[in-house]
């Protein structure tokens, strides 16, 4: 009902940047938020950022400061603005879209994407 795909992983440097990109498709009508997780090999998957349809931010201490989510609503789209990598940033960052209104159903909750492989290394 709800696909979504992330893209612009790759590797990067120490200190180097990267944007992720993700978009939502479907019958979507609304996303009330979209956000960033990843998980590092061996690790648990953690929250990175998230960003609500009303624009209100939440980060990981770890990247805050460093990295920046925004999103484009009327594309379904979310993006993660990565800065001043660390090896420590290495980890498949997965996309989320939550409470998605569709034309043909009630909510759906919790839409994962494939994930993209960000690797930070000399």
């Known amino acids: 009902q709800v696909q979504v795909a992330e893209s612009g992983g790759g590797l990067v440097q120490p200190g180097g940047s990267l944007r992720l990109s993700c978009a939502a498709s479907g019958s979507i009508v609304s996303i009330e938020t979209m956000g960033w997780y990843r998980q590092a090999l061996g690790k648990p998957r953690e929250l990175v950022a998230t960003?609500?349809?009303?624009?209100?931010?939440t980060y990981a201490d770890s990247v805050k400061g460093r990295f920046t989510i925004s999103r484009d609503s009327a594309k379904n789209t979310v993006y993660l603005q990565m800065n001043s990598l660390k090896p420590e940033d290495t980890a498949v960052y997965y996309c989320?879209?939550?409470?998605?209104?569709?034309?043909?159903?009630?909510?759906?909750?919790?839409?994962w994407g494939q994930g993209t492989q960000v690797t930070v290394s000399s």
């Open positions: 989320n879209a939550d409470r998605v209104k569709l034309t043909t159903t009630p909510f759906v909750f919790g839409s």
């Open positions: 960003i609500t349809s009303g624009g209100s931010t």
